[in-house]
């Protein structure tokens, strides 16, 4: 199992989650964390630290939801802009939380920094 981060963080990304994570295995979009399914160890500490209640246990969603969450999770850790430090949430948060659908909406954008430049 692996523990993901779901719609719910788009365009709000609080960052209270990065702070918490024994493993450092969150990954930055734009507008967006992921978790590294492959480096996350399960423990479940980042759950209640996330104001949107946006990371769930992958067993908790239906099949097709959870394949693609996976999918989304990993590509976003692929980037490979590695977050360890909580950073202020986006400016516009509030507006953003709890709208459905903001992935089909809005999309994951990349984050313009660099891994190099971190
Ligand atoms: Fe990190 Fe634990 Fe959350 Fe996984 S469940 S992302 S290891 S804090
Ligand atoms: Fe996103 Fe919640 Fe973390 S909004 S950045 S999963 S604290």
Redesign the pocket.
Known sequence: M??LVTDNCIKCKHTD?VS????D??YEADNFLA?NPD?????????PECPEDA?VADYELQPETREKWDEINRRVSDWNVNIVDQIDPLADHKEFSGLPNKYETFGIIPSSILPMNR
């Not at 918490?20 to 493993?23: N, Q």
């Not at 480096?39 to 759950?47: P, Q």
């Open positions: 692996t523990y989650c918490v994570c024994p493993v295995c969150f978790i480096e996350c160890i399960d423990c479940g500490v980042c759950v990371i």
